[in-house]
């Protein structure tokens, strides 16, 4: 991010989770309301503490503007970085930024791609994303 706006965009390292939990949280309530309920509150938590979901923050020294949470995919021939949602104010200021900074982060642990799962609205944001399938779902 610029210097001149004062803002950030880092990974939170699980140990510092505890530290900032109670100010991200309401950030992680508003991404949970439009997810499809894989994810709840306690298990994002539980999963960044483990290391097995990655905790993104933009913040000013004011305050926590946004968050983006992301995880690892593995397969046989290929490995993914997906960010399965963001939450916060002023997107269009610090997106670009966010993404950067997470595809970097992803070629760094060995992935071949970036992957967004998430609403319509992400394609408006991301014209240099391709749009590669979409998903059909039936509760059982």
Known sequence: ???DLGKRFVRVEPAALDEIWQHVRPHVDDLLLISQGEYGVRDIYDMI???RMQLWLCWTKDSIEGVVISYFV?????????ITGAAGLGARTWLDDALTTIKEYG????????QIRGRKGWRKLLP???LKQEV???RL
């Open 74 to 82: 593995v397969y046989p021939r290929m490995k993914k970085l997906v």
């Open 136 to 138: 059909l779902e039936k």
């Open 128 to 130: 240099d994303w391709t």
């Open 107 to 114: 070629l760094e642990h060995g992935c071949d791609f970036a």
């Open 1 to 3: 991010m610029s210097d």
């Open 49 to 51: 503490q483990q290391d």
